[in-house]
């Protein structure tokens, strides 16, 4: 039954009822939209329920979700984006600590009921209650990810998290942007139960009824909080945060320590954390990360899963990206058949597979059953009962034709056959095939499990629904598809490439490798171009160079192909442009720095004019795509938004004086693209 004490209107976002028992159920069920999130109106129509509440105190308020499987997805971000100085920024998140401070201080139980995705201020809401249930499914994730926005928790996350588990465990968990599952949430503490659905509201009604003491700090905690203490852990923390991110590139995890260190326990922490908020909010950072996000976004909403729901996967090749496509794919719940020549190829990429496995999934049963899912194929049986069939050998055209022919009598009907192609022209491959059109490129990036991006490559005679199909496939595999048009190199290869190509002539000139690949960290590249040409493999790079050269003219360096000839292939010999041990690179300490900021010109502007030339001629449908494409394809540095959004915030002009200057000095390879002038806005 409704509560009489509480004013509904047709318009709420909340849903008020109220059980024999006297216990009030606020359901959260944001209007025109598919996730609640914490919106202003959201936050004023809770806070006006809760003076209500506070007049005639029910038994108690358990708080839950009306969507399906989300409870609450966190803050609205759109309103972060309005914000226009940092007084403004302060006014909001203030608001949103004023509300939960109201939850906090209700004198009945309260309790979140946490059904699905509860990330960021939905957290932060759920820490404001006395307790924390969760449903225990795969489908339930808590967390606080606000770091990956350049912001930390601004609603009193940081506060309530440092005080309620030992402040080493909450502070990693909010410097790093996981999200935990129930059973993980509340063993760290962090939720006080984890139980099955069907049982979650009778285990919400006896907790509000029992009533017990709220969780508290541990003893652990309590000694870690202590002034003598904190600047210890803090240290700790900012070397740790240091081997992942620059204080100039993502200020937020370092606020977030000065944070802790500086107030826990005062008083004024919580305003202390709303004003470090209000601070990185009207920064850069936090706009490019925030377009980022939403990049992200319209990518996933790029494949439609109800499409095309496959259930086996048979892949052709087991080297290390076919080996990995396939571990990957079967850590996902696909049944996957890896098949080549003979058993003792395919040993490692299920060495590789299990290693993979033991990483990602910590219960045993889970890991059995993964390892069940993936099996040896050496003679194709699995490709007359396979829904997608990925090739995934060698680079060689005539090669890969001939195994297409070999399979295409072998496939469903409605099966999809792909290619993992790195760099051949789609209508190269599909030449003389019988039902050539019915080929699509499904493009995975080296490492497969920690690259999120897969290019759906296609043809102007691809059939929308083969594209559609591919697409409904990553998203199964929680992969982002990018739909690309078919041309040699594709997007991000061909855009990373003359970057890579730029390294490695600076390197003919004598430049170190720890040179270039500081100057290209120091940009906010994740990892340099030398030690990336070495991790993806020099005869990988040698290769797809090759096929480019001819198409774009790009002169290969003859010390690439010196490197190929004597086996120096990188990672994976212990020795390319680096020595490597223990899968990590031997830098020289005393190798001269170079002139970082020519180092740096010249391989961004090579990457960025290949950018402006891939714009122009419209490789993917629009420029944020392209964006999207480089990001999350290559790594490029997040905080900047993406290789055309970074020219525009740069200025055009500015930029392609540059690439002149060099072109006179090094020559054509930095001739600007005829696109540039594409770029530049009539005022100019």
């Not at 098949?339 to 299990?354: C, E, G, I, M, S």
């Not at 490709?383 to 069939?389: F, I, N």
């Not at 970057?499 to 002539?505: H, T």
């Not at 490789?619 to 905080?639: N, R, W």
Request: some cysteine; overall charge neutral; proline content about 6%.
């Amino acid at each position: 039954m409704s509560s009489p004490g509480i004013t509904l209107c047709k318009q709420s976002h909340w849903h008020f009822d109220l059980d024999d028992r006297g216990i009030l159920w606020a359901t959260l069920d944001k209007r025109d939209s598919k996730q609640n999130v914490l919106s202003r109106e959201v936050l004023s129509q809770l806070s006006d329920y809760l003076e209500q509440i506070n007049q005639e105190l029910p038994t108690g308020l358990v708080i839950r979700s009306g969507k399906p499987g989300g409870f609450i997805a966190g803050a609205d971000i759109h309103e972060f984006l309005e914000i226009e100085s940092e007084d403004d920024a302060l006014k909001l998140i203030r608001h949103g600590q004023e509300v939960f401070n109201q939850l906090a201080a209700l004198p009945c139980p309260t309790l979140a009921m946490i059904d699905g995705v509860c990330m960021g201020g939905g957290t932060e809401l759920a820490l404001a209650c006395d307790y924390r249930i969760a449903c225990d499914d795969d489908a339930t994730r808590i967390g606080l990810p606000e770091v990956k926005l350049g912001i930390h928790p601004g609603f009193g996350g940081v506060v309530r998290l440092t005080r309620m588990i030992p402040p080493h465990q909450a502070l990693e968990l909010m410097l790093s942007g996981r999200a935990l599952r129930a059973r993980a949430a509340a063993k760290m503490g962090l939720v006080d139960l984890a139980q099955p659905r069907r049982q979650l509201e009778r285990a919400a009604r006896q907790t509000i009824l029992a009533a017990p003491q709220p969780r508290s700090q541990t003893r652990l905690g309590r000694i870690e909080s202590l002034p003598l203490m904190r600047p210890l852990l803090a240290g700790y923390l900012r070397k740790q945060v240091a081997k992942k991110a620059r204080p100039e590139h993502y200020p937020a995890p370092y606020a977030l320590i000065d944070l802790w260190e500086k107030h826990a326990g005062d008083r004024n922490m919580l305003m202390e954390e709303a004003r470090s908020v209000a601070r990185l909010a009207r920064g850069d950072t936090v706009r490019n990360l925030i377009r980022v996000f939403f990049l992200q976004t319209r990518l996933k909403g790029l494949g439609d899963r109800k499409r095309f729901e496959p259930r086996r996967l048979h892949v052709v090749g087991g080297g290390i990206m076919g080996g990995d496509i396939a571990a990957w794919s079967a850590l996902k719940g696909q049944r996957v058949t890896l098949q080549d020549r003979k058993p003792v190829y395919l040993a490692n990429a299920f060495k590789r597979a299990h290693a993979l496995f033991r990483k990602k999934l910590r219960p045993r049963h889970l890991r059995t059953a993964a390892a069940d899912r993936l099996m040896p194929d050496c003679d194709g049986d699995g490709v007359a009962h396979a829904d997608v069939v990925i090739e995934a050998i060698f680079e060689n055209r005539d090669a890969k034709q001939s195994l297409y022919r070999q399979l295409q009598p072998k496939l469903k009907p409605d099966a999809l056959l792909a290619t993992n192609t790195s760099s051949i022209p789609l209508e190269d491959l599909a030449e003389g095939l019988e039902q050539g059109e019915r080929l699509v490129g499904l493009h995975f990036f080296n490492p497969v499990a920690l690259m999120p991006l897969v290019e759906i490559v296609k043809t102007r005679q691809t059939p929308k629904e083969v594209v559609e199909k591919a697409a409904a496939f990553t998203r199964h595999i929680g992969k982002l598809p990018l739909p690309v048009n078919s041309s040699p190199g594709f997007l991000v290869n061909r855009i990373l490439v003359p970057y890579l190509i730029e390294a490695v002539i600076l390197l003919e000139e004598g430049v170190s490798p720890e040179a270039i690949d500081e100057a290209a960290v120091a940009f906010g590249m994740p990892m340099g171009p030398v030690e990336l040409a070495d991790t993806v493999g020099l005869d990988i790079c040698l290769s797809v160079s090759d096929n480019l050269s001819a198409a774009y003219g790009f002169e290969t360096p003859e010390i690439l192909k010196d490197k190929v000839e004597r086996k120096e292939l990188g990672k994976k010999a212990g020795r390319g442009f680096y020595r490597w041990t223990k899968n990590r690179p031997v830098r020289d300490r005393d190798a001269s720095p170079g002139n970082t900021l020519e180092i740096q010109d010249r391989l961004i502007l090579r990457l960025l004019n290949e950018a402006v030339a891939c714009r122009r001629e419209k490789l993917v449908e629009d420029e944020d795509l392209l964006d999207a494409g480089v990001i999350f394809g290559t790594g490029f540095a997040p905080f900047h938004g993406g290789p055309i959004h970074y020219i525009r915030s740069q200025g055009v002009i500015r930029l392609k004086q540059q690439l002149e200057l060099f072109q006179q000095r090094f020559g054509e390879r930095f001739r600007p693209d005829d696109g540039w002038d594409e770029l530049l806005p009539s005022s100019e």
